[in-house]
């Protein structure tokens, strides 16, 4: 299905109809959670992931068969402003070892058996500097959460969406900073390793963006701040919600770009749960914005979805136990 909206605003329209959670799948998942063979709450988040994950794909003993994992790239006029500690031009160059198979993300995906789809966006093009003019007029704008939306596959059952772009971390950093406020020092931090000179430019950048936009709106923070790849994840979940897929947040890129989403219509990420905390000094407090617990905390801060593919194999393993389980009675097991 093509992307049903034209502008920022029929986005708004189509997040704001977007289907809940099926409830009967809900109820049948809790009542089939009661009957497994195990003590009551032994197998703690895994019972509510599971409960979670049935309620959205409509089934109260669902599998997980076909994961999808969307990487989006973009490149960023702000890092004209020396935010990044690498050129622009990895980003192209990240791009084809998506494409060759070479990245953290491919054995990921490879290892979850998730299919991997990577989209350059006018990788030729970089937005506009956010601190001299909005990074995105809305037609690219909408033409980023457009691609986003029709990169998902309405076939598959869970869903994680990463990043590749030089400077985005720069650019997350302004977005959340607009959509949940705070300082620009709240939010920015080393991204790909910065020295502190770096992080000073980034935290000046970020401040400069604010106050040349200062939006109050979420999706305008995301288009006068962002990127396209962190408009096309904002796409991709919301086409996600669309087909009732289960999402997996992947780290601070990715879930600044959901904060724009969470801010703009309540509940718009109920079908989505945290990956990871990533060491991006500030996703813990994004997370807490989102109202999100991370499944995982490794230290990653690579991006690239790396984060949320990993979590994949702990959904599989709640949706495993929760599916193919015995009940107490198809065990013959006493329950009392």
């Not at 986005?11 to 109820?27: I, N």
């Not at 990788?123 to 690219?140: G, K, N, Q, S, V």
């Not at 107490?328 to 097991?333: L, Q, T, W």
Request: proline share 5%.
């Amino acid at each position: 299905m093509q992307a049903p909206f034209s502008t920022i605003q029929t986005f708004r329209d189509t997040l704001a109809a977007a289907p809940g959670a099926d409830r009967d799948a809900v109820s049948g998942a809790q009542d089939r959670n009661g009957q497994l063979t195990k003590p009551p709450g032994a197998l703690g988040r895994l019972e509510d992931l599971a409960i979670w994950y049935a309620g959205w794909r409509g089934d109260a003993q669902p599998q997980i068969n076909a994961p999808q994992v969307i990487i989006f790239a973009g490149n960023h006029g702000v890092c004209a402003q020396g935010v990044s500690a690498f050129p622009p031009e990895v980003t192209v160059q990240m791009v084809a070892n998506f494409e060759h198979g070479g990245a953290a993300i491919n054995q990921l995906s490879k290892a979850f058996g998730a299919k991997l789809d990577v989209y350059p966006l006018d990788l030729d093009a970089p937005t506009t500097d956010f601190t001299t003019a909005p990074a995105m007029t809305e037609e690219e704008f909408v033409t980023a959460l457009k691609t986003g939306w029709n990169a998902v596959d309405p076939d598959a059952d869970l869903l994680v969406t990463g990043e590749m772009g030089i400077g985005n971390t720069t650019s997350a950093a302004a977005v959340a900073a607009a959509v949940l406020g705070g300082d620009a020092a709240d939010w920015t931090g080393r991204g790909t390793g910065v020295d502190d000179a770096g992080l000073a430019r980034k935290t000046d950048v970020v401040e400069r963006g604010l106050a040349l936009h200062a939006p109050t709106d979420p999706l305008e923070a995301l288009r006068c701040l962002g990127g396209r790849e962190l408009a096309a994840m904002a796409g991709a979940i919301a086409a996600a919600r669309h087909h009732r897929i289960p999402v997996i947040l992947d780290g601070f890129i990715c879930c600044a770009a959901a904060a724009a989403l969470h801010k703009a219509v309540d509940g718009a990420l109920d079908h989505t749960v945290a990956g990871h905390l990533s060491a991006e000094g500030a996703h813990q407090r994004l997370l807490d914005g989102l109202g999100k617990e991370p499944l995982l905390q490794l230290g990653l801060r690579l991006g690239e979805g790396s984060g949320g593919a990993l979590a994949i194999g702990i959904l599989k393993g709640a949706i495993a136990c929760h599916s193919g389980m015995a009940t107490f009675a198809e065990a013959g097991v006493s329950d009392s």
